[in-house]
Each structure stands twice: as structure tokens, then as C-alpha cells.
């Protein structure tokens, strides 16, 4: 069972910083692409940013040149480090494996999406 789980969130001040990360646990053969996206309240989900397998990344304009992203695919994980963080930054952020092949015993499964269960980001004075 691929499961990914997400951790790092919290309040920060504006200007701050936090780095969160994403643990993807399971049998896993090969994960293509990982990424970040964030849901603010009565918004959309929407592209923070992305990281393929050979670390070419994608970001929203919105946070060119503040966020980070990263990946260690010896231990499966994706990290976003996010710098000078304002009040728009606030959201649910959640983490994202896209083309995963996974092994269920001797049975291939896949390629599929999964999605963490999000970690809230409050920039707040």
C-alpha cells in the first residue's frame, strides 16, 4: 500500500520560513514526478511546484524565487523549503507522486497518482 505522508506545517510570521517534507512508504519500483500543491479556504487546489525523477522543477510564479523544492529518491521524499512567507502563502499543502509502480506481493500495480492528507501553513503576525 503507497502512502504518503506529510509533515513540517505550522504558524509561522511573515518573512519566516518552513520546510516541509513527504514520506512515501510502500513497495515502490519507480515514481516519476513529485510535487507540492495547496489548497487555500474556497479556493482551488493549485500547482505550488514539481520535481521530476532527473530534478528538473516547475514552480507557480507566485513563488519563483521563494520555494524550494527537492527530492531524495533513495528514500522516496520530497521536501519544499519555503522562504519569506507572507499571508497568501496560508494553506493546506499537500504532497503528490504522480506515475508510481508499486509491487502488492509478486503483482505490479500501476502506474498511479496518490496524494498525502495535506499539513496546514498559517503566515501570521
Known amino acids: 500500500q503507497v502512502q504518503l505522508v506529510e509533515s513540517g506545517g505550522g504558524l509561522v510570521q511573515p518573512g519566516g520560513s518552513l520546510t516541509l517534507s513527504c514520506a512515501v512508504s510502500?513497495?515502490?519500483?519507480?515514481?516519476?514526478?513529485m510535487g507540492w500543491y495547496r489548497q487555500a479556504p474556497g479556493k482551488q487546489r493549485e500547482l505550488v511546484a514539481t520535481?521530476?525523477?532527473?530534478?528538473?522543477?516547475n514552480y507557480a510564479d507566485s513563488v519563483k524565487g521563494r520555494f524550494t523544492i527537492s527530492r531524495d529518491n533513495g528514500k522516496n521524499a520530497v521536501y519544499l523549503q519555503m522562504n519569506s512567507l507572507k499571508p497568501e502563502d496560508t494553506a493546506v499543502y499537500y504532497c503528490?507522486?504522480?506515475?508510481?509502480?508499486?509491487?502488492?506481493?509478486?503483482?505490479?500495480?500501476?502506474?498511479?497518482?496518490?496524494w498525502g492528507q495535506g499539513t496546514q501553513v498559517t503566515v501570521s503576525s
Open positions: 510502500g513497495n515502490i519500483a519507480f515514481m516519476y514526478g
Open positions: 503528490h507522486a504522480d506515475s508510481v509502480i508499486s509491487y502488492s506481493g509478486s503483482a505490479q500495480r500501476g502506474p498511479n497518482d496518490y
Open positions: 520535481i521530476t525523477r532527473s530534478s528538473s522543477r
